[in-house]
């Protein structure tokens, strides 16, 4: 079996050793970057890449896997690939599914590690007839997982224990998670379709969600350390991040509404979702607040900063806000415009983010502001009524 791994970050430098234990013979990287296609040669010429998993000490363990082919030229990456995995954030899907769709056919299995919001609107976009390749989309990544020495080793913080996927067209699901189970060891779930896994990124909650509730009343002087992100959620922000949970929810039982009944969009809540994913890492399952800040998976991550006049500023910039907004809350916002749900709460924090990234999405309370072409909302491409979600 041949994989393509699309991307060149955290997530690829776990894909390439795990992949290469689960016995795949051939295993390409492709990134467009030549600074990143010299790191992993580097890398891939001292042995691969060291992935340790747990924490250190007493329960680490470590994989080692070296790519057979890093490049930056599509063709070369993705020609006879029997899988093609996008581990990246969201805003590089569009641009990888460019430069690779040529070398794609109707037997390559195409999956987003993790969809993020939306992807069916722009694989809708540009794939159609005999030719389209399957398609699928994760609810997250499987990891919590960080680059230690760029091309040469990373670390797995954490794994979750099962991770929601959907495939376009919908009816191959249950084929390619046994597959990706086979692949790379974790289990999971089929949900109904890409709208189910647009509703239940989690990521879109808690990445801009927790950024406001740490940010949006800084006074602009440098932290001595950067915050911890997870762990420096307060029980304010985590009322909000549950506000928000609730009205994304009410976006699928309302469409489902609409739907007669006839379609299932099933949403876990933010708390269900942090119990299911994280079993046995959670110290305190009592409240989303407890959930959070004893997670053993999120222990020491810090907000995403830069270093300013010997301290750390918030760097907004980071794709907490620049992926999870455009390709996540926004997505969902437009959904809930279609479905004609109020989102008081999820409004409030793309208001303020849309300041922090220099974007305008809402405009009188309705998402026509001049930056939505750059997102995946439905309103994108002209999909504005509930049947055409
Ligand atoms: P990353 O920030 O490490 O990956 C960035 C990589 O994407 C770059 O190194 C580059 O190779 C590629 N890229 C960026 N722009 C590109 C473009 N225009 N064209 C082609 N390639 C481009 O991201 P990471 O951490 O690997 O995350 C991947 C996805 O997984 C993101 O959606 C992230 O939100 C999600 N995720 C990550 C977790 C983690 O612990 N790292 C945990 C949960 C979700």
Known sequence: M????????????????????????????????RQEVEGWRRGAEAGGIRLFLGREGADERMLTGAPDVVTSDPKE???????????????????????????????????????????????????????????????????????????????VLGQKRSVGLATWPVDEAESVSALLYDLVGVKFTVVPSMLSLTLSNMGQLLHPG???????????????EPPLFYQGVDEETADMLQAMSDEVRMVGRKLEKL?????????????????????????????LHGSLVTNAAYDGLRAPVTEKDGGFVPNFGARYLSEDVPFGLVVTRGIAEIAGVPTPTIDRVIEWASGKLGR??????????????????PQRWGINRPDDL
């Not at 309370?365 to 909302?377: C, E, I, N, S, Y």
């Open 2 to 33: 041949k994989v393509t791994i699309c991307g060149g970050g955290n997530a690829a430098h776990v894909l390439v050793p795990v992949l290469k234990d689960a016995g795949v013979e051939a295993v390409n990287v492709y990134t467009p970057f």
């Open 77 to 155: 990456a993705v020609d006879g690939a029997d899988m093609v995995l996008m581990a990246v954030p969201a805003f590089a899907h569009e641009p990888i599914l460019d430069a690779i769709s040529p070398y794609l056919t109707r037997k390559t299995v195409v999956g987003a590690m993790p969809a993020r919001g939306g992807l069916d609107y722009l694989l809708a976009s540009k794939f159609s007839g005999a030719d389209t390749p399957l398609f699928f989309g994760t609810q997250t990544l499987p990891w919590a997982c960080r680059i230690l020495e760029y091309g040469f080793s990373a670390r």
């Open 259 to 287: 739907h007669g009944g006839s379609r299932s969009i099933p949403v876990p809540s933010l708390h269900e979702w942090l119990l299911s994913s994280y079993e046995g890492q959670i110290g305190d399952l009592s409240s």
């Open 360 to 377: 305008e999405y809402l405009v009188d309370g309705k998402l026509r502001g001049r930056d939505v072409p750059g997102t995946r909302a």
């Open 210 to 224: 927790i950024m406001y509730g740490l940010f949006h009343g800084w006074d602009g002087a440098p932290y001595r």
